[in-house]
Nanobody
């Protein structure tokens, strides 16, 4: 069983920055991939960013490219999502998720096995 815990969400002004953390419960991220997803009010959950551990390949949704960066620190069992130039439309609950086995597309939420509880990001204009 893998337990993920997100942190770092808070309220910021547009143009500001936040770093979200996703910590694993004592397990090194030895699975296949970790993704960040977000769910805004009255909207479907959407993919934000992902990293494939074996290759360090990263994926981003178009709306965050150039503004968000996903990275990991194995020694801390933590994956980060650095978010810069935040916009009001980035307001959402952000979730991290991980999957142990190889999957076809790390951008698809249904491929993931383990999810955190989410952290709220609010960006005001």
């Amino acid at each position: 069983q893998v337990l993920l815990t997100e942190s770092g969400g808070e309220s910021v002004q547009a143009g500001g920055s936040l770093t979200l953390s996703c910590a694993s419960s004592g397990h090194t991220f030895s699975g296949y991939a970790l993704g960040w997803f977000r769910e805004a009010l009255e909207k479907d959950r959407e993919f934000v960013a992902a990293v494939v551990f074996s290759t360090d390949s990263t994926y981003y949704t178009d709306s965050v490219k150039g503004r968000f960066t996903i990275s990991r620190v194995n020694a801390k069992n933590t994956v980060y999502l650095q978010m810069n130039s935040l916009k009001p439309e980035d307001t959402a609950i952000y979730y991290c998720a991980t999957v142990m086995q190889r999957i076809d597309d790390p951008r698809r939420d249904y491929e993931y096995d383990y999810w955190g509880q989410g952290t709220q990001v609010t960006v005001s204009s």
